[in-house]
């Protein structure tokens, strides 16, 4: 698939994605600083969300719309949580200008109809479903009908929910689509990450697979990357100092540099399969082992395991050919550290 210039998928470079999610704090100024520092940081994309508090629920503070459960926003309503979340609409145009001017890609999240339609007008390069939203297919339609590539998180998703979602994309027009590993866990521990998820999610679906990660540090995302991601997502911080609701499992940019360099080193390292020495290898060949005759032989004498062994550089005959070396006679005197060859053997 293609996501403005980037192709994405196997045998092309790793689409990274900075999300921006609530780390502005609601300041347009921050905002843009957190565009600049995600390209200097080597961010391929950075990603926003699109709603308002009352797209996403209501003003309610009984028990349903409390959080609780052990995360980090227990004891707020979820219409406060989105409230002080969520990106201001009017910034979202201005940001990606931003973007296109920093040679990235900026496209976003939509809640519902009318996020999309905003996004549509904003001609972003594609649409991202989060994971919360891959149950409402009513939306997923929507999105798909714009007719521009999918990127959908699976967190929390069922195999069959994740195939409900995705017929449902295809059968509204959706071309390219990938699916992103995720666990909605905030931040999510490694052990419960499953990335071999990943490579089963693009055999299953035939489509490019990868990971929207929540947890802590960088070795979870070069791992996947090692297991066949094609992108990575990253929440992404100036300061996790500074408190939000995003902020504690978000990387700084010196962290997400460290993260974008150790993807190209990993994708790089994957290379092809492959046998046999490499260019970098050749001059290495000469330490492998060879026979030599390692103490002074006279002409006639019989070479056995005292005076020829197998020993570093690899000057003489190859060690599989020992056993027709001992037993036979020296054609001449023959130095200690000598390669040993045919042509020592008498006839």
Request: aromatic share 8%; with cysteine; hydrophobic share 45%.
């Amino acid at each position: 698939m293609k996501i403005g210039k980037h192709m994405i998928g196997a045998g092309h470079p790793v689409f990274v994605i900075a999300e921006l999610s609530a780390n502005h704090h609601q300041n347009f100024d921050e905002a843009v600083r957190l565009l600049r520092a995600a390209s200097a940081a080597g961010a391929d994309a950075v990603k926003v969300q699109t709603y308002t508090a009352d797209t996403l629920t209501i003003a309610c503070d009984n028990a349903h719309f409390r959080i609780g459960g052990g995360t980090l926003w227990d004891g707020r309503t979820l219409h406060d949580l989105y409230a002080e979340a969520y990106t201001p609409w009017d910034w979202q145009p201005r940001l990606k200008a931003v973007a296109d001017e920093l040679g990235i890609e900026f496209f976003s999240t939509p809640f519902d109809s009318t996020a999309v339609a905003f996004l549509e007008k904003m001609n972003v390069p594609a649409h991202k479903i989060a994971s919360f939203e891959i149950v409402d297919l009513g939306l997923i339609r929507e999105v798909a009908r714009t007719g521009r590539p999918i990127i959908m998180s699976t967190g929390m998703a069922t195999r069959a929910e994740i195939a409900e979602a995705f017929d449902a994309a295809r059968a509204a027009g959706a071309g390219d689509i990938a699916l992103l590993k995720c666990t909605s866990a905030y931040p999510s521990p490694p052990e419960t990450m499953n990335l071999r998820t990943i490579a089963d999610l693009a055999e299953t679906f035939g489509v490019p697979a990868g990971l929207s990660d929540h947890t802590m540090g960088v070795a979870v995302p070069v791992a996947a990357v090692a297991l066949g991601a094609c992108i990575v997502e990253k929440h992404f911080t100036l300061s996790r100092s500074v408190a939000g609701p995003d902020s504690a499992f978000s990387l700084e940019p010196q962290e997400f540099r460290q993260m974008v360099d150790a993807i190209r080193i990993a994708e790089s390292a994957l290379g092809a399969v492959h046998y046999g020495v490499t260019a970098g290898e050749e001059t290495s060949r000469i330490f492998r082992r060879s026979l030599f005759v390692v103490e002074d032989v006279p002409a006639g004498a019989l070479f056995t395991t005292a005076n020829v062994r197998s020993i570093r550089p690899g000057y003489g005959l190859h060690p599989r050919h020992l056993d027709e070396v001992l037993g036979q006679r020296a054609a001449q005197d023959i130095k200690r550290g000598t390669p040993m060859s045919f042509d020592l053997l008498a006839k």
